[in-house]
């Protein structure tokens, strides 16, 4: 069966210090791979998507990059953070346009 | 801006009672999809409708699509306790890009 894993948790960061939030997947191949914020209370927002290893979509000009080094691998970046980059940051995957997306269990951080 | 927004935004019923939330969407789609998220947690797929389907049921679950007016309902009958949540809704616009609405916080009480 397939499973999704985001780590950590939860994070707390001082303001201009890097991050890495990793993303990976099982029992899938070739998967469509999101990175969503969401600020408390709101909708998600879309930060990257990518189709295949390598291919990366920015949705939203930000402090943040996003790379696929592998098929199943999606790592969330950023070299120096800011207090508006604190959210809780979501993983999900889906395997084409009519399926349904399942989601990690999300990443809260806190920049301070 | 998000292709999709939900109404309302939060919604506070008595168990037993039906919540009923919209979602209007701007760009045509292929497909219109609901899910819902306990609070700090991910999100679970709930339904999924195509855009040539106009009604669709799961469970105590009732969604339905209608294109000409971009816009679709999510019904849940007879609702608990266990059933409070935020509810989004998402959409395809483009390709494989998935986008959701603000969502709607509903509070069942018991």
């Known amino acids: 069966s397939q499973t999704i894993h985001q780590w950590p948790a939860t994070l707390v960061q001082p303001v201009g210090s890097p991050l890495s939030l990793e993303c990976t997947v099982e029992g899938t191949s070739n998967p469509n791979l999101y990175w969503y914020r969401q600020a408390a209370g709101r909708g998600l927002q879309l930060l990257f998507y990518?189709?295949?290893?390598?291919?990366i979509s920015s949705e939203v000009p930000q402090n943040l990059s996003a790379s696929r080094p592998q098929d199943r691998q999606f790592i969330l970046s950023s070299k120096k953070l800011l207090l508006s980059d604190s959210g809780f940051y979501l993983c999900?995957?889906?395997?084409?346009?009519?399926?349904?997306?399942?989601f990690g269990q999300g990443t809260r951080l806190t920049v301070v | 801006s998000q292709q999709g927004e939900e109404d309302p935004q939060a919604l506070s019923i008595q168990e037993g009672e039906n919540a009923t939330m919209n979602c209007s969407y701007k760009?045509?789609?292929?497909?219109l999809q609901w899910y819902r998220q306990n609070s700090g947690r991910g999100l679970v797929h709930l339904i999924l409708i195509r855009s040539n389907e106009r009604e669709k049921h799961s469970g105590r679950l009732r969604v339905t699509l209608d294109t000409s007016k971009k816009s679709s309902s999510l019904l849940i009958t007879a609702s608990r306790a266990a059933d409070t949540a935020s509810y989004f809704c998402a959409t395809t616009p483009a390709g494989n890009k998935l986008t959701f609405g603000g969502g709607t916080r509903v509070l069942v009480k018991p």
């Open positions: 990518s189709v295949g290893i390598g291919q």
């Open positions: 999900a995957w889906k395997t084409d346009m009519n399926t349904e997306a399942f």
């Open positions: 760009t045509s789609i292929n497909n």
